[in-house]
C-alpha cells in the first residue's frame, strides 16, 4: 500500500479495478456489462491488491 496523508496522518490505500466494455454495435445488456465489470472486480480484489482486471460482456455466462 502507498501512504496517503490526509490532514498529516498517512493512510495506507490501495485500489482494486474491474472493467468491461463493449464496441459499437455489440448486443449486450446493461445488466450484462454491470455484471462483467462486478467479476472483473471481484478478479482483481482475489488476485491481490492494486490491479486493474478487464473482463469482456460476452465472457460474462452466470446463471441467475
Known amino acids: 500500500a502507498e501512504p496517503f496523508e490526509v490532514e498529516g496522518s498517512c493512510i495506507p490505500l490501495t485500489i482494486s479495478i474491474g472493467t468491461t466494455c ?34 469482456a460482456a460476452a465472457a460474462v455466462h452466470r446463471a441467475d
Do not use: P, W
Open 22 to 55: 463493449a464496441g459499437e454495435g455489440a448486443h449486450v445488456t446493461s445488466l450484462e456489462l454491470i455484471r462483467a465489470a462486478d467479476d472483473a472486480l471481484y478478479e482483481a480484489k482475489r488476485t491481490g491488491r492494486n490491479r486493474v482486471v478487464f473482463r
